[in-house]
Nanobody
């Protein structure tokens, strides 16, 4: 059974930083592309970033490029999202997900339960 468990969300002031983690199990993590998507209050899902299984290739939405960094530790079966220079518009529930293949966009085959990120002064 595929399991994706996010952690690391919380309340942060504008300009602050957070690092999200996603512990994965039930599949061969190192062979699997991963992504982060988010959903702001009252809005639809938004793709944030994707990463190849070996971590060598990454993609970012324009809205987060230069501020967010996706990475992974295949030995620990864990995906990360480092978020810097946070803005109020980054407030959302962040989900770890996989479409199994490396894709951009909100499509996924498996998704975690999400972690809330709130950016507010």
């Amino acid at each position: 059974e595929v399991q994706l468990v996010e952690s690391g969300g919380g309340l942060v002031q504008p300009g602050g930083s957070l690092r999200l983690s996603c512990e994965s199990s039930g599949f061969t993590f190192s062979n699997t592309a991963m992504k982060w998507v988010r959903q702001a209050p009252g809005k639809g899902l938004e793709w944030v970033s994707s990463i190849h299984g070996d971590g060598t290739t990454t993609y970012y939405a324009d809205s987060v490029k230069g501020r967010f960094t996706i990475s992974r530790d295949n030995a620990m079966n864990t995906l990360y999202l480092r978020m810097d220079s946070l803005k109020t518009e980054d407030t959302a529930v962040y989900y770890c997900a996989t479409d199994l293949a490396l894709t951009v966009g909100v499509g996924y085959k498996y998704r975690g339960q999400g972690t809330q990120v709130t950016v507010s002064s």
